[in-house]
């Protein structure tokens, strides 16, 4: 596993633990009913509805995000000759997003809610596109210290394919699981009602990678791990990578 499909890996599972954070992962199924909609009976009942509607969201918060990874690749560009220095404040800056998520201390700009509310959704499909776009314009208590993180990455990287690459994966991260539970509704809502206790211990686990990926940023020894961990890639899957 080369740098950048760990960065890929981290990124995507990133994503995952966005969608499971406590405060998005809940309200999955108002926001399947809104941007189809539709009751919760019938999203069980119109797929291709459903199916349709969640690809456009996705799409909606897909953009932003890439746009997002675009402008910080951009300014790590910008100061390429302090690269170094760039990834070592930023490892600051993770490490710190990633002890607000464990608790350890509060920030009043991420803790300020800025969703953006949509009394009534613009008509159409066009409009799930919109919706999309303002959950990831707006949601930041919930995925604001998680994103930050990745775009923090991101800027280090100062390479605007590797950028893309890894926001796109951050989206996957969070698409992936929004589409399977709106495609799947009734067995979302029986999971989530099994294991709502356990959500508080998803922000624990988003913490600590944050530290981690801080702490490998400000050692700059991400490379010393990506080599570390190809020992344990079986060469058939090493020589198509």
């Not at 999955?28 to 969640?54: K, M």
């Not at 300014?75 to 002890?99: A, E, K, P, Y």
Request: glycine letters at 12%.
């Amino acid at each position: 596993m080369d740098g950048q499909s760990l960065g890929v890996t981290i990124s995507f599972t990133a994503g995952l633990l966005s969608f499971l954070s406590p405060c998005v992962l809940p309200l999955i199924p108002s926001y399947v009913s809104f941007i189809t909609g539709l009751s919760i009976d019938d999203v069980q009942r119109s797929r291709r509805v459903t199916l349709a509607h969640s690809l456009l969201f996705i799409a909606g918060f897909t953009t932003i995000f890439l746009a997002l990874g675009a402008t910080a690749t951009v300014l790590g560009q910008t100061i390429v000759r302090d690269r170094d220095w760039i990834g070592r404040v930023g490892g600051v800056l993770v490490i710190l997003l990633g002890l607000y998520l464990l608790g350890a201390f509060n920030i009043g700009a991420l803790a300020k809610e800025r969703r953006i509310h949509i009394a009534n959704k613009p008509i159409g499909y066009f409009g799930t596109f919109l919706v999309g776009m303002a959950f990831a314009a707006g949601w930041t208590p919930c995925i604001g210290p998680i994103l930050g993180g990745v775009l923090t990455y991101t800027a280090s990287e100062a390479d605007l394919n590797r950028g893309l690459w890894l926001l796109l994966a951050y989206s996957l991260g969070l698409a992936v699981p929004f589409l399977l539970a709106a495609l799947m509704i009734d067995h979302f809502m029986n999971l989530f009602q099994r294991y709502r206790g356990a959500l508080i211990w998803i922000s624990r686990a988003s913490g600590v990678l944050l530290i981690l990926v801080g702490i490998l940023m400000i050692t700059g020894s991400m490379t010393v791990l990506s080599a570390w961990l190809q020992g344990f890639t079986p060469d058939a899957l090493r020589s198509r990578l």
